[in-house]
């Protein structure tokens, strides 16, 4: 675990990598970000930004996810930390843009300086900011769905639930496979359609197993695919972004419902 970098001086600088998935479908998502890193003493900045590369990558079009990976490192390498509240991206940006720049000895050095200081939001809460609880209420049972980039590529699972566990009156309920895929998997959800709507039930099974009548997640994708299988199944379990629940925007609507 990385010691917390706890300035005296001034706020650390962070760039909010807000996500495609979040702008396009729950900027709330961004603004609940930005409230916890303010919350922990950062200086949150939202430069223009474009998407991390994810899909032309996971399609084998390394050439287009080259060319995003540039413009990337190109806007947020002025930033002390970059800060996404997905595992995914966080992952292409700090295990795949070496990958694929490794052919250019210059922009390589560009995407290791980047990695370095790239990190997933409740790993640089807890790990670089020393965040040990966050302010606020969610009288609810949740249960907390571990993406596979986030668990996996970026080795994220106690930092959350520490997290989660802080919130005043929540209960954390943990499923029985939190390392089994929810089924999404960017474009295997899309080839593999029937695979992937059984893995989600299996996933919301064992989220209903547990009593909870919220289920939570650090990875927007996971959670529009699990959301609308309940959805088109009829399923009454909030779905969440869990940096809402600890941002106190647990209130608002969750993934499907109208708008108050």
């Not at 922990?40 to 399609?59: D, I």
């Not at 990190?119 to 966050?134: I, K, Y």
């Not at 893995?199 to 609308?228: F, R």
Request: glycine share 8%.
């Amino acid at each position: 675990m990385n010691q917390p970098d706890l300035d005296q001086g001034e706020p650390p600088r962070v760039a909010l990598f807000v996500t495609c998935l979040a702008d396009m479908f729950r900027p709330q998502i961004g603004f609940a970000a930005a409230k916890l890193l303010e919350q922990a003493g950062c200086t949150v900045e939202v430069p223009l930004q474009s998407c991390c590369g994810q899909p032309a990558y996971n399609g084998g079009d390394v050439t287009a996810a080259a060319a995003v990976a540039r413009n990337v490192i190109v806007t947020f390498e002025p930033y002390r930390f970059v800060v996404a509240p997905s595992g995914s991206c966080a992952g292409m940006i700090r295990v795949h843009y070496t990958r694929l720049l490794a052919d250019d000895a210059a922009w390589a050095r560009r995407a290791e300086a980047l990695a370095a200081k790239t990190h997933e939001l409740f790993s640089f809460l807890v790990n670089v900011r020393g965040v040990t609880a966050v302010a606020a209420e969610c009288r609810a049972n949740v249960a907390y769905h571990d993406s596979c980039s986030s668990l996996r590529e970026m080795g994220v699972k106690a930092e959350p639930r520490q997290l989660l566990s802080s919130v005043g009156g929540l209960r954390l309920c943990e499923l029985k496979e939190p390392q089994t895929c929810c089924g999404f998997g960017g474009f295997f959800s899309v080839k593999y359609p029937d695979v992937s709507a059984r893995m989600a039930d299996d996933k919301i099974a064992d989220a209903v197993s547990t009593g909870a009548e919220m289920l939570v997640g650090g990875d927007l994708g996971c959670l529009l695919h699990l959301s609308g299988r309940m959805a088109r199944r009829g399923d009454r379990l909030a779905v969440r972004h869990a940096a809402e629940v600890m941002a106190g925007f647990a209130s608002q609507p969750a993934l499907g419902e109208d708008k108050a």
